[in-house]
Each structure stands twice: as C-alpha cells, then as structure tokens.
C-alpha cells in the first residue's frame, strides 16, 4: 500500500514558486503522522537523494543550507498532509522531489513530483 503521494510540481521559470504537498495515506502512516517528523528530500539526475526540509509533529523546523530562506516546510496534522512552499527557485533546485519520514523508511518511498526550474 502506498504510504504517501506527492503532489504540485511543475515547470517554472527562476524566481518563481511552487507548493508541494505530501498526503499520508498508508494505514501505519497515516495513525501515526502527527506523532512522526516528516521530510522532505531531492534527487537530481545524476546525484544521491538528499534531505530538503523536516519538520517535527510540533512543527519545528530544519533546513539544508541551500534551501534556507528560500523553502518553507509545514504540515497539516488534521489532515495528514505536509507541504513544501518554494520560493525564489533556481536553476539548481530541480529535481524529483519526495516526502517521507525522517529517518526515512524505505518501503515509504513514493512515485515523487518533479520540479523544474528554467533559466
């Protein structure tokens, strides 16, 4: 059963914006969400996945340095839904980006959305 689907990516130009969002819908998951620290990561063509953003269940916060300022993270535990608001997008912020747990748990991974950010 598929533990979340990503929504909300798209083309955009630099400077723009987009939201992402991240609906748990697997049974475990979906009990446990608003006890659980969700994150979200990013893979690249080419490179590794890394983490984006985290958020705790009560909503503090940790940032990769090259997201910092630009990237909001935020969840909705009522509705078991996590966000990502993009801001100020670059070139280099494309790629297909995911949500999971944090620590991740590998079986959780979904399909992704991609993000691309023209020049």
Known sequence: QVAVVESGGGLVQAGGSLRLSCVAS?????????????????QAPGKERN???RITHV???????SVKDRFTISRDNAKNIVYLQMNSLKSEDTAVYY??????????WGQGTQVTVSS
């Open 59 to 65: 909503g503090s916060t940790l940032y990769a340095d």
């Open 99 to 108: 949500c999971n747990t944090y620590p991740y748990i590998r079986h959780y």
């Open 51 to 53: 983490l984006v953003a």
């Open 26 to 42: 697997g049974n475990t998951l979906s009990r446990t969400f608003s006890r659980t620290v969700m994150a979200w990561y990013r």
